[in-house]
């Protein structure tokens, strides 16, 4: 099995073309190991959400190079077949609003990338319900995602980013719309299953109260990012 | 995999519902204006039917007596009873008009028929549900069911009262409007029947005419006047074929030897349903070809909207890796379930509505089958619009910024 963990070198993304073509991200170069949680922070309009796109397979980076565990996916186009399936195994993520599927109870909502990769079933809400006893929402299982408070429906987000197991997952303000106690528990919760499951997780945030949490930060201004280390504190 | 669309359905199941029912209302619609066509043909096979002939002989070159206004002397069917093949042959006569019972009065069409006639006699109604055949020269009315007449009922055609004696049903006219029948020569009468001082009028212009009104010739003058006052004309003269005989053998008979148009039973419902009734199918047919296109505009309205609610939902399912077509499917079982829903509905609408309607609805099964595919099918191409909207939707929608 390939290591985990993400790569970036020199990518760089261009919007339009000509007089008008505006460079987004100017040669970003970054990296996240398996079971670490890194900080990508940067003020509106840095690149961050282009970065995020990028890494996702969501949007054609225009140089670079990235490299998901030992295999290239980027270089000059993209080196896999399929993004859809590159998104739905091996990139996991967790938005600012949970956006849970709303006609789908708890554990369908985190079974439903498994069911879409193939897994039968049983075996995909079997999954989901070890997430979920893990993030300690097994008892709304069978909730539905508007009976949930706003800390819960973000842990379900976050089961379902992780129940596919993939290497990488995007976190794009996990925590803006909770209070200091709750997205400080998310953020626990991202460490732990980074740790648990050797997952690279790169979290996107304003939130000055988490900064701190992040052992390694990357900032993000003009299309650039500038490594620095994170004051690493606990979740308390 | 689980179903996409039936969890949203279940989910939103009351939003489903009253859409449906709104949509099955207009498919309820759709469904009776069918049957109102469907009436029609069958109003028009009844009258057929019920006249009990095999041939129907008419003033020459007219598409009488249904379609166009036709003339015969009454005297004629005796020369046509003696035709080979011929087994009954017995006038009518077809008066539609308003039919007056106390205050009140109906839309009918009145039957002049032989009375005392024997049973199966063309023209006379086959059967009966209540009371007797009319046997009397005169005064004597069978009626049916839907003209709303009781037995014993007095009923008034123009200037002449009528005893209710029969009941028959399902005696209509190809317009549906229900039928009276009364004795030939009553029913002549009343066609040609003028007030008096109409016929004052008329007897003295012939009376100042002196060529009709002669010295010495006395009986000129009587018979003119006579000839004036009385009708011995019928509309059509209705023969019953002898088992085996040929209709169109005896029809080219008729018209070679008595030069008078003879229709078979085949090509007077090609008279009723080509040209009596085509110009009202064909209004009935943009109907329903008005309420398609606007079913198929609701659905394909409802569809999107219902959509376009869950553009950021769809955004989600395509960024952990939803294949296009299990979107496309789901908005299309979607529509699929709300056509199932709408048709439910207007079946069952049309089913208990369709005795209220004023003329005859006939709901066929087939045309149901056939509604039910057509629902299908405008339910499916109404969805093709949102499912285009949905599998333009960007994935990266689900990210922020």
Same mark, same amino acid.
């Given at each position: 099995?390939?290591?985990?963990?993400?790569?970036?070198?020199?990518? %760089?993304? $261009?919007?339009?073309?000509?007089?008008?073509?505006?460079?987004?991200?100017?040669?970003?170069?970054?990296? !996240?190991?398996?079971?670490?949680?890194?900080?990508?922070?940067?003020?509106?309009?840095?690149?961050?959400?282009?970065?995020?796109?990028?890494?996702?397979?969501?949007?054609?980076?225009?140089?670079?190079?990235?490299?998901?565990?030992?295999?290239?996916?980027?270089?000059?186009?993209?080196?896999?077949?399929?993004?859809?399936?590159?998104?739905?195994?091996?990139?996991? #993520?967790? #938005?600012?609003?949970?956006?849970?599927?709303? #006609?789908?109870?708890?554990?369908?909502?985190?079974?439903?990338?498994?069911?879409?990769?193939?897994?039968?079933?049983?075996?995909?809400?079997?999954?989901?319900?070890?997430?979920?006893?893990?993030?300690?929402? %097994?008892?709304?299982?069978?909730?539905?995602?508007?009976?949930?408070?706003?800390?819960?429906?973000?842990?379900?987000?976050?089961?379902?980013?992780? !129940?596919?197991?993939?290497?990488?997952?995007?976190?794009?303000?996990?925590?803006?719309?909770?209070?200091?106690?709750?997205?400080?528990? !998310?953020? $626990?919760?991202?460490?732990?299953?980074? $740790?648990?499951?050797?997952?690279?997780?790169?979290?996107?945030?304003?939130?000055?109260?988490?900064?701190?949490? #992040?052992?390694?930060?990357?900032?993000?201004?003009?299309?650039?990012?500038?490594?620095?280390?994170?004051?690493?504190?606990?979740?308390? | 995999?689980?179903?996409?669309?039936?969890?949203? *359905?279940?989910?939103?199941?009351?939003?489903?519902?009253?859409? /449906?029912?709104?949509?099955?209302?207009?498919?309820?619609? @759709?469904?009776?204006?069918? /049957?109102?066509?469907? /009436?029609?043909?069958?109003?028009?096979?009844?009258?057929?039917?019920?006249?009990?002939?095999?041939? &129907?002989?008419?003033?020459?070159?007219?598409?009488?007596?249904?379609?166009?206004?036709?003339?015969?002397?009454?005297?004629?069917?005796?020369? *046509?009873?003696?035709?080979?093949?011929?087994?009954?042959?017995?006038?009518?006569?077809?008066?539609?008009?308003?039919?007056?019972?106390?205050?009140?009065?109906?839309?009918?069409?009145?039957?002049?028929?032989?009375?005392?006639?024997?049973?199966?006699?063309?023209? @006379?109604?086959?059967?009966?549900?209540?009371?007797?055949?009319?046997?009397?020269?005169?005064?004597?009315?069978?009626?049916?069911?839907? @003209?709303?007449?009781?037995?014993?009922?007095?009923?008034?055609?123009?200037?002449?009262?009528?005893?209710?004696?029969?009941?028959?049903?399902?005696?209509?006219?190809?317009?549906?409007?229900?039928?009276?029948?009364?004795?030939?020569?009553?029913?002549?009468?009343?066609?040609?029947?003028?007030?008096?001082?109409?016929? &004052?009028?008329?007897?003295?212009?012939?009376?100042?005419?002196?060529?009709?009104?002669?010295?010495?010739?006395?009986?000129?003058?009587?018979?003119?006047?006579?000839?004036?006052?009385?009708?011995?004309?019928?509309?059509?003269?209705?023969?019953?074929?002898?088992?085996?005989?040929?209709?169109?053998?005896?029809?080219?008979?008729?018209?070679? &030897?008595?030069?008078?148009?003879?229709?078979?039973?085949?090509?007077?419902?090609?008279?009723?349903?080509?040209?009596?009734?085509?110009?009202? =199918?064909?209004?009935?047919?943009?109907?329903?070809?008005?309420?398609?296109?606007?079913?198929?505009?609701?659905?394909?309205?409802?569809?999107?909207?219902?959509?376009?609610?869950?553009?950021?939902?769809?955004?989600?399912?395509?960024?952990?890796?939803?294949?296009?077509?299990?979107?496309?499917?789901?908005?299309?079982?979607?529509?699929? =379930?709300?056509?199932?829903?709408?048709?439910?509905?207007?079946?069952?609408?049309? @089913?208990?509505?369709?005795?209220?309607?004023?003329?005859?609805?006939?709901?066929?099964?087939?045309?149901?089958? =056939?509604?039910?595919?057509?629902?299908?099918?405008?339910?499916?191409?109404?969805?093709?619009?949102?499912?285009?909207?949905?599998?333009?939707?960007?994935?990266?929608?689900?990210?922020?910024?």
């Amino acid at each position: 099995m390939a290591t985990k963990g993400i790569r970036i070198e020199g990518l %760089r993304k $261009r919007y339009g073309s000509g007089d008008t073509a505006v460079d987004a991200l100017k040669g970003v170069d970054m990296h !996240v190991e398996p079971g670490e949680v890194v900080g990508l922070i940067g003020p509106s309009g840095s690149g961050k959400s282009t970065l995020l796109k990028s890494l996702g397979a969501v949007i054609d980076p225009t140089a670079g190079r990235m490299t998901l565990g030992d295999e290239v996916i980027y270089e000059q186009g993209w080196k896999v077949p399929d993004l859809r399936a590159l998104r739905r195994d091996r990139i996991g #993520f967790v #938005f600012q609003a949970p956006y849970l599927i709303p #006609f789908l109870d708890v554990t369908d909502n985190v079974a439903l990338p498994p069911m879409l990769a193939g897994l039968p079933n049983t075996e995909a809400r079997k999954r989901a319900q070890d997430l979920l006893t893990a993030l300690d929402v %097994r008892h709304r299982a069978q909730a539905m995602p508007s009976q949930l408070s706003g800390g819960e429906q973000q842990r379900v987000a976050i089961a379902r980013g992780l !129940v596919n197991r993939p290497p990488v997952i995007l976190a794009d303000e996990p925590t803006a719309p909770l209070d200091s106690q709750r997205a400080m528990a !998310v953020i $626990r919760i991202l460490n732990d299953m980074a $740790r648990k499951y050797e997952t690279a997780i790169i979290v996107v945030t304003h939130d000055e109260k988490i900064i701190p949490t #992040f052992k390694r930060i990357y900032h993000i201004r003009d299309g650039v990012t500038h490594e620095e280390a994170g004051e690493g504190r606990g979740f308390e | 995999m689980i179903s996409l669309a039936g969890r949203d *359905i279940l989910h939103a199941w009351g939003k489903f519902v009253f859409t /449906g029912v709104g949509l099955g209302l207009l498919i309820g619609v @759709t469904l009776v204006m069918a /049957g109102v066509y469907r /009436g029609m043909v069958d109003d028009g096979k009844a009258l057929l039917d019920n006249s009990g002939a095999d041939l &129907w002989v008419v003033q020459q070159d007219t598409l009488g007596p249904y379609a166009e206004s036709s003339s015969l002397k009454d005297d004629l069917y005796r020369t *046509i009873l003696a035709m080979p093949g011929v087994a009954r042959a017995a006038n009518v006569t077809y008066l539609t008009m308003q039919v007056r019972q106390g205050e009140r009065d109906v839309r009918a069409m009145v039957v002049g028929a032989a009375a005392g006639a024997p049973a199966g006699t063309p023209g @006379t109604p086959p059967y009966l549900v209540a009371g007797r055949q009319f046997t009397r020269g005169h005064y004597e009315a069978v009626a049916d069911m839907a @003209t709303g007449f009781k037995l014993g009922d007095t009923i008034r055609i123009r200037r002449n009262q009528y005893t209710v004696v029969g009941l028959t049903r399902r005696m209509v006219s190809s317009s549906g409007d229900p039928m009276v029948f009364i004795p030939l020569k009553d029913a002549q009468e009343a066609q040609f029947l003028k007030d008096n001082d109409a016929i &004052w009028q008329s007897r003295r212009r012939t009376e100042a005419n002196p060529a009709i009104n002669r010295p010495g010739a006395s009986g000129v003058l009587d018979a003119v006047l006579a000839s004036q006052s009385s009708n011995n004309f019928v509309n059509a003269i209705l023969v019953r074929l002898e088992p085996g005989a040929d209709p169109d053998e005896v029809a080219r008979t008729i018209y070679r &030897w008595k030069r008078l148009t003879v229709y078979t039973r085949a090509q007077m419902e090609d008279i009723l349903v080509g040209k009596l009734i085509a110009t009202s =199918a064909r209004q009935i047919g943009m109907f329903l070809v008005i309420l398609a296109v606007v079913s198929a505009a609701i659905v394909a309205f409802i569809i999107y909207t219902l959509t376009m609610d869950k553009i950021r939902e769809i955004a989600v399912l395509k960024l952990i890796g939803t294949r296009n077509r299990t979107i496309a499917a789901m908005i299309m079982q979607q529509a699929l =379930a709300l056509g199932a829903i709408g048709f439910a509905v207007g079946k069952i609408t049309a @089913t208990f509505a369709a005795p209220l309607f004023p003329k005859y609805v006939l709901l066929v099964p087939q045309d149901s089958i =056939a509604g039910f595919f057509a629902v299908m099918a405008i339910c499916a191409l109404a969805s093709v619009v949102a499912i285009r909207m949905a599998l333009r939707v960007d994935p990266a929608e689900a990210i922020g910024g």
